[in-house]
């Protein structure tokens, strides 16, 4: 998100008015849960701390941000208003909530649910295992959807899908380095919507692979079930056992 801003405040130019706006879209997108230090905030969109301090004074004075009493930067009553007013997955959170939390109890891996925005893939609800070595996949993290299990099975199910596939450029390059084609692409997804799901190992990092299966509400396509698992845990079997439960766990809750 940080590096988009980055890209963003390039294309735009050096108006003053043009950059202070996306750099005030920056320091609300660098903005997480738990909160955020003010060195943190200015060094996430690359700013002094004086211009951080004063962008973060008039957002706060919106709504949009708050401090906490230690000083802390997070996110303000009218940002948490306007998400949940424009939220187009609200509907499917709940069941999507239930599902990623039955699914991590009973196989105690990270479990996410992903929904298709445009070409990438988002996380809208995740639950995280308790294992010592765990891969963490949390609500809003996003991706390119031609790399990896989640993505590979919304462009493969969803009616939605853009017609480039996500690959404007006709190549894409996964995490070991790896060149593949739209081509390639497309005759993968066709494999996995006869299979019924989707299976990646390293293609969007190196320390994970994945299982993907769509979720149907109302016969449409609401997003996809993922099992994370770090490379540690890649026993044939193992992998076997979670794509049995993992299909299992979305046809029940479709």
């Known amino acids: 998100m940080e590096a988009d801003f980055r890209q963003t405040e390039a294309a735009q130019g050096s108006a003053s008015g043009v950059r202070a706006v996306t750099r005030a879209l920056g320091l609300l997108s660098a903005l997480g849960g738990e909160g955020r230090t003010l060195t943190e905030m200015a060094a996430a969109i690359e700013v002094s701390l004086s211009t951080a301090s004063r962008l973060l004074a008039t957002l ?11 000083g802390l930067w997070g996110p303000g009553v009218a940002l948490t208003a306007l998400l949940y007013r424009t939220d187009r997955w609200a509907g499917v959170r709940p069941l999507a909530g ?8 009973e196989l105690d891996e990270t479990v996410a649910f992903f929904v298709l925005a445009g070409s990438e893939r988002l996380c809208i609800e995740s639950a995280e295992c308790g294992r010592p070595v765990r891969r963490v996949v949390a609500p809003g993290e996003r991706g390119p959807a031609c790399l990896g299990a989640a993505g590979k099975a919304l462009l493969a199910f969803c ?3 853009p017609d480039d596939l996500g690959v404007p450029g006709g190549t894409f390059t996964t995490a070991t380095g790896t060149t593949r084609t739209r081509e390639d692409l497309r005759a993968e997804l066709a494999e996995i919507a006869a299979r019924g799901s989707a299976f990646s190992a390293y293609e969007s990092t190196h320390e994970s692979w994945s299982v993907a299966v ?14 994370v698992v770090p490379a540690t845990r890649n026993e044939p079997d193992y992998i076997a056992f979670i794509t049995q439960r993992t299909i299992a766990a979305a046809r029940g809750v479709s």
């Open 60 to 70: 706060k004075m919106a709504g949009y941000v708050e401090q906490s009493p230690e």
């Open 98 to 105: 239930q599902a990623v939390r039955a699914l991590r109890d």
């Open 159 to 161: 009616e939605d899908r």
């Open 214 to 227: 769509p979720v149907r509400i109302a016969g449409r396509v609401a997003g996809v079930l993922a099992t």
